[in-house]
């Protein structure tokens, strides 16, 4: 069965509908600026980070009393595709899939006095939460995989579809900005001083953003301008923390996707990695592409523009690089300059006009889990 | 729906102290021992030779467990790295540890806390044990969905190159904690892989 996309949303530092979002990426435009806020690192700071009341502008037409900033992320962009679409989550054959790594984690950093409030942290509360808000018929099923969550989503979106389960399924993915995440990357020495470099020679590490992102999936093509190929997803099966050494498994899941969806590594316009500029994904990464003869494709990191927005990195990417391939351009990758990985791949560096049929998105994440999935223009 | 049938080959349940395999109750401990006591104790009793374990967290080390006493005496030389996934899924995700590693933001953020602050992670432990390099999706539900876990099971193994899934539900919350992980292929046993047979076994503790 074929399963098309027929609605998008980001809610971003670089605006609330994809529209504004696409606009800003096409103007070289980065969500990422300097911070000095000590609610999120006692030192100076880069992150992808909205504007003090840019969510509360996006969502004033809302009743959002008592939701946190994650919720309220989260039910902007969903009202967002909803309302462009006039699907209901009330229609018991629409199935609501949520991506987040940390949900409402933030409650954790304002808790001062008192027990903790668990039960508005666990994820499964705040995705029926939101379920509620919508009067959504079925319970939301929520999706944790680290940073490849919003690819999965969307591929388990794709699949519950495909089964006849669901007639559509609204996908939707977020994370904030939280001190929890930052403090960990900075932990583990992997967030760059600078705004974040993917691919390039000096590249230091990540830099971490905030947003949401929802599509609406559909077996009927009515209003859709892509095709969702195959996907697929892979565990490197070497460390927790660390990318494979040979890129041998996101490898396969690239010629998983390609293949299984009737096509050849030629037919791929561009590649929207994951990129998250830290020295061992990139370079892996660059293994990747070659062992799945992609070599000589142009790939492109978006993270330049969001930062890595976690949970909804994949649907973020995926919906930005679907508005490239409609409007038949390759986005460069912001921050890059230098190639500085040892397998040479051809990172896009200026936006290339260029008619673009397939588009491969790939991610990767902790706990060694890669996937990636093959989206086609209609 | 997917025509093609699935099988359980078999389960592992671990909860109040007691583990079952194949419903058989194979080891039990007092169960006044707390959660960290009694894994230890597990891990001397089913493996003591895999000293990665005691770097994990809590929820890391009840998945660990139970795919070692599932597998144990299975060959799994019949099948390629890729062909063997992991369809996990629980009700806290990792928020047991969250708590924790939160607790050392105040004085010096620990990188060995931080890593399991992702539910998935006990996918890549298992994965890592035992080289498997197929699928795995970690789903986060308010009670064991059992319908969701048999069907979607099920269809991957019709339409992916998975060949056998490890699927089920490990969740630890401080002190409360409970597992039950079943392996699930196409070969046929008395067991289809239903949500009803899955719910049965999920409630045998």
């Not at chain 1, 027929?6 to 600026?33: C, K, M």
């Not at chain 1, 100076?44 to 009393?65: D, R, V």
Request: proline share 4%; charged share 15%; with cysteine.
């Amino acid at each position: 069965m074929q399963v098309f996309v027929v609605a998008d949303n980001i809610v971003s530092p670089l605006g609330s509908t994809t529209r504004e979002n696409f606009d800003q990426v096409l103007l070289g435009n980065s969500g990422i600026a300097k911070h000095e806020n000590t609610t999120f690192a006692d030192a100076p700071f880069y992150g992808s980070i909205m504007a003090p009341g840019q969510l509360e502008n996006y969502t004033e037409t809302y009743k959002l009393a008592g939701y946190t900033r994650f919720e309220k992320m989260v039910i902007a962009s969903v009202a967002a595709v909803l309302k462009d679409t006039g699907c209901s989550l009330s229609d018991p054959r629409t199935g609501f899939i949520v991506s987040t790594t940390k949900g409402n984690i933030e409650l954790l950093e304002q808790h001062t006095t008192g027990a903790l409030p668990l039960q508005e942290m666990q994820l499964f509360h705040t995705a029926k939460k939101i379920g509620a808000y919508f009067k959504a018929a079925n319970e939301p099923i929520v999706i944790s995989s680290a940073c490849i969550s919003g690819l999965v989503a969307i591929l388990t979106g794709s699949r519950l579809i495909a089964s006849g389960k669901y007639d559509k399924v609204v996908v939707t993915g977020a994370d904030a900005f939280t001190r929890f995440v930052l403090s960990g990357f900075q932990s583990f020495q992997a967030v760059s001083a600078q705004p974040c470099q993917p691919f390039d020679a000096n590249r230091s590490g990540v830099t971490l953003g905030e947003g949401a992102a929802t599509v609406i999936l559909s077996n009927r093509p009515v209003g859709a301008k892509f095709l969702l190929g195959n996907g697929g997803i892979s565990n490197d099966a070497n460390h927790i923390s660390g990318p494979s050494r040979t890129g041998q498994e996101l490898a396969a899941v690239m010629k998983l996707a390609i293949e299984g969806s009737g096509l050849t590594p030629a037919n791929i316009g561009f590649v929207s990695a994951h990129g998250t500029a830290t020295l061992y994904n990139d370079e892996m990464e660059a293994k990747a592409l070659h062992h799945a003869g992609l070599a000589e494709t142009p790939v492109n990191s978006l993270k330049g523009y969001y930062g890595h927005t976690l949970g909804a990195a994949g649907l973020i990417e995926a919906i930005v690089s679907m508005q490239a391939a409609s409007e038949g351009v390759i986005l460069p990758t912001k921050g890059f300059e230098t190639l500085g990985v040892t397998m040479p791949v051809r990172v896009s560096n200026e936006l290339q006009h260029h008619k673009v049929n397939h588009f491969l998105k790939t991610v990767s994440g902790f706990g060694g889990c890669n996937a990636a999935m093959v989206f086609t223009r209609l | 729906m997917n025509s093609e049938l699935a099988y359980i080959t078999g389960s592992v349940v671990i909860a109040e102290h007691q583990v079952l395999k194949n419903g058989e109750l194979l080891w039990e401990q007092d169960r006044n021992a707390d959660l960290n006591a009694f894994l230890r104790a597990a891990y001397d009793q089913f493996s003591g030779h895999y000293p990665k374990f005691h770097k994990m967290d809590a929820l890391s080390k009840l998945g660990w467990l139970a795919a070692e006493v599932l597998l144990k005496d299975i060959d799994n030389s019949a099948f390629q790295p890729e062909e063997t996934g992991l369809l996990l899924s629980n009700r806290s995700s990792s928020l047991d540890t969250d708590v924790k590693y939160f607790e050392t933001v105040k004085e010096f953020a620990s990188p060995a806390l931080f890593v399991y602050t992702l539910p998935n992670i006990v996918m890549g432990e298992i994965s890592i044990r035992h080289g498997f390099k197929g699928e795995n999706t970690f789903f986060v539900s308010e009670r064991f969905d059992a319908e969701l876990m048999s069907a979607y099971a099920t269809q991957l193994l019709a339409t992916t190159p998975l060949k056998r899934c490890l699927c089920g539900w490990v969740e630890v919350m401080d002190q409360q904690y409970e597992t039950a992980m079943f392996l699930v292929s196409n070969e046929p046993t008395a067991q289809p892989l239903t949500a009803g047979n899955l719910n049965a076994i999920y409630q045998i503790k």
